[in-house]
């Protein structure tokens, strides 16, 4: 049987409410052809674009998600988006532990398994995400910190819910303006410890049905490469899928690539 890919973009704090829904609007028209049964196709905008983006999603087939969440359904937490919140929006996914909440707003694994644990506790799909920092991987300790990542943020959580969660490998010295994108085959390597990883956490069976991302400095030049490495389940995009039109392009090529794979 033919499986499944997922790609999707996290629009970081870029695209206001009306640019997210034109957005959406132009990226579920060029993806229209694709069979949604080989494509799980999701966009993560800011909160504030959430409400007014879910019909169009919706109507698009795209999934919706946000990029963060508080664990705590309601309290004096100035600031915090609440679980009740989101699903008042119609959103299934949740970005969990983005380098970018890791690194510059001090979240650490404990604050991301108690994310984890609330996102599922409402269920929805976290999204959770883990990678390690360029000194990290000077020192030659990125499988463990991807096994610490692991095991610490998907703490107390069951093979049964292992079917709704999904991991993004994202290296943070290979994010954004002034990353360099990873490798296949180093990223393929690092994937693979995911998946050993996740067998151990919860068998092999359920432990091999979640999907693994791979995010950082995705581009139209190094994502066929990448998706075609074992262990690779599907692309975790932001600058290069900013743009519809290219991510489009983008999200054509690797499903040609994946239907002949
Ligand atoms: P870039 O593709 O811009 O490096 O960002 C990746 C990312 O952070 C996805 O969450």
């Not at 390690?132 to 991807?146: C, D, F, H, R």
Request: aromatic share 6%; proline share 3%.
């Amino acid at each position: 049987m033919q499986k499944k890919l997922y790609i999707g973009t996290n629009t970081k704090m870029y695209k206001t409410i009306r640019q997210t829904v034109a957005f959406l609007d132009e990226l579920g028209s060029l993806t229209r052809d694709i069979d949604r049964n080989l494509l799980e196709l999701f966009v993560i905008p800011s909160y504030t674009a959430l409400d007014a983006a879910a019909r169009t999603a919706q109507a698009q087939a795209i999934t919706l998600g946000a990029q963060n969440m508080s664990w705590e359904d309601e309290g004096q937490f100035t600031g915090e988006v609440s679980p009740l919140m989101l699903e008042e929006t119609g959103v299934r996914l949740v970005c969990i532990g983005h380098s970018e909440r890791r690194h510059i707003f001090g979240e650490d694994d404990e604050v991301e398994n108690k994310k984890v644990l609330a996102a599922l506790r409402h269920h929805f799909t976290p999204l959770l995400c883990v990678g390690e920092t360029a000194s990290q991987k000077e020192l030659g300790i990125q499988n463990e910190v991807l096994r610490s990542q692991l095991k610490v943020g998907l703490h107390d959580t069951s093979p049964e819910q292992a079917r709704h969660i999904w991991i993004a490998y994202e290296p943070v010295w290979a994010i954004g303006v002034g990353g360099t994108p990873a490798g296949v085959m180093y990223a393929s390597r690092m994937h693979t410890v995911i998946r050993q990883t996740l067998r151990e956490i919860y068998g092999g069976e359920a432990g091999d049905r979640i999907p693994i991302l791979y995010g950082g400095s995705v581009n139209n030049m190094n994502a066929r490469e990448l998706i075609q490495a074992p262990d690779i389940d599907g692309l975790f995009i932001g600058r290069s899928a900013w743009d519809a039109d290219n991510f489009s392009r983008i999200i054509h090529d690797l499903v040609d690539i994946c239907l002949i794979k």
